[in-house]
């Protein structure tokens, strides 16, 4: 389908011109020789021209006017604006409300077409960012946080609510794989900022020095090796949302600047010496329980209280079970898609058994069990033997657990235990078997001790555990 020009031209024979020549382009061309039929063009057939070029003054009205009211309705295309007589006020407005290019009659045919191409490529860029825009949107709507349990319910109310206000901060809680990122998603693509960027950290995944420069930025040799300007990620997200995963990893002197940056609303990279104001609303996500960990001084209370403006807790998965009615079809059509294949049946062995196992790893568990019985499915059946699932009522109490054969360490991969938790406990038996010996430990792991302390300390473990 061609893409529409809007001519607005009280000149006959120009009008005229204009819309041959665009037409042997491949445009479709819509004329109209004063505001009120552009105005009804516009408005009332609601054509959605990407290119408009239209005269300065008309008989009824100035151009500039009807400019003002398209963008103030949210209708899109690019304005090219042509006057026979240039005027610095005028060509000042026209900029400052959005207008393309602003020409002086007689213009070169030439110049023209360039001026035109260079605003249709312009629209498109607009329309397809304002189209993907619309399908995250769309995407992550409060009805994306599937299930049919009263909790669940429950969290796509708040969500709802939460969209519609312009919220400073929140904390999202709950265990791991409940879904705290989908729901940070949700919260910034259905609210107010939804334009804007969503920047996302996880707080745990780097080292102290890293995730202040990663924050906050830098200047170029502000350390060893930073030999450019870094923008940080709480630049990157002004006038949109900063969700920092598991905030509650944070460390104690870090928090107290990131307090101050939202208390203030300005940063200062490292080694700059310069404010810098930024707009952001801030989404945090733990799962510990930051209020234990205020009263065990392990997180500050003011940061905590400054980002508590709303709780949002996330049930885990075996308190609304009924929701796996709803999750397994979703993930099975999802798996089917991405490997190609057609598992369409559930038998009600399967359901029974996936009702009966206690999802300590919740949707995340639930997850990879599906996508491993779709990828391993020989049919349109899903299989029963790729569940990997403790029996109800058996003693398979080491089924899912972690457990050590000699010099052999075996780990669980059924979603059971996430990353983070094998991390921790490959680390914890290498320093047991190496009586706490960073050093022994570190060679028998194949990393540096610097690394092995610095998780060390992450998981906290010391020789009680």
Excluded at 12 to 24: D, F, P, S
Excluded at 65 to 94: H, Q
Excluded at 420 to 443: C, F, G, H, P, W
Aim: hydrophobic letters at 40%; aromatic letters at 6%; a negative charge.
């Amino acid at each position: 389908m061609p893409d529409t020009l809007l001519v607005i031209e009280d000149e006959t024979l120009l009008g005229k011109e204009l819309e041959r020549h665009y037409q042997r382009q491949g445009w479709e061309v819509v004329r109209a020789d004063n505001i009120r039929k552009a105005r009804a063009a516009l408005f009332d057939q609601r054509i959605q021209p990407l290119v408009v070029l239209s005269d300065m003054s008309l008989p009824d009205g100035s151009a500039l006017d009807l400019l003002e009211e398209t963008r103030s309705a949210g209708i899109s295309g690019e304005w090219i604006l042509l006057t026979g007589y240039g005027s610095v006020p005028d060509s000042v407005r026209a900029l400052r409300i959005g207008a393309f290019d602003f020409l002086e009659k007689p213009c070169e045919q030439e110049r023209l077409d360039l001026v035109v191409a260079g605003a249709a490529r312009s629209a498109r860029a607009q329309r397809r960012l304002r189209d993907e825009a619309a399908a995250r949107t769309r995407r992550f709507s409060p009805a994306s946080f599937l299930g049919r349990s009263g909790a669940a319910q429950s969290v796509r109310t708040m969500l709802g609510k939460l969209g519609q206000v312009p919220f400073s901060a929140l904390i999202i809680s709950g265990e791991t794989g409940t879904g705290k990122g989908l729901v940070a998603r949700i919260l910034h693509h259905s609210g107010p900022r939804s334009e804007g960027p969503l920047v996302e950290l996880n707080c745990a995944a780097l080292p102290r020095e890293l995730l202040e420069s990663e924050l906050f930025g830098h200047e170029a040799g502000a350390f060893t090796g930073a030999r450019g300007r870094h923008r940080g990620l709480l630049e990157q997200a002004s006038e949109g949302t900063l969700f920092l995963d598991e905030i509650g990893e944070m460390e104690l002197d870090l928090q107290a600047k990131l307090l101050k940056a939202i208390e203030d609303r300005t940063i200062r990279r490292l080694g700059g010496d310069k404010e810098i104001g930024v707009d952001v609303q801030i989404i945090a996500a733990s799962n510990r329980d930051l209020e234990n960990s205020v009263r065990n001084n392990e997180f500050r209370s003011d940061l905590y209280h400054r980002l508590n403006v709303f709780n949002l807790h996330l049930p885990p998965l075996n308190k609304r079970m009924e929701d796996l009615d709803d999750l397994v079809p979703l993930f099975v059509s999802e798996y089917n898609a991405k490997a190609g294949k057609a598992v369409r049946n559930v038998p009600d062995v399967v359901w029974q058994r996936l009702r009966a196992h206690d999802w300590t790893g919740n949707v995340r568990e639930l997850r990879n069990v599906v996508e491993r019985c779709v990828l391993f499915a020989d049919g349109d059946v899903f299989p029963e033997q790729w569940l990997q699932l403790r029996s109800p009522g058996g003693d398979n109490s080491l089924a899912n657990s972690p457990s050590i054969e000699g010099d052999r360490l075996s780990l669980p991969l059924d979603g059971s235990m996430a990353l983070e938790d094998m991390d921790r406990y490959i680390i914890q038996k290498a320093l047991e078997r190496s009586d706490y010996n960073v050093t022994a430990a570190a060679r028998a792991l194949g990393t540096t001790r610097e690394t092995l302390r610095y998780r060390i300390q992450k998981y906290a473990l010391k020789q009680s555990d």
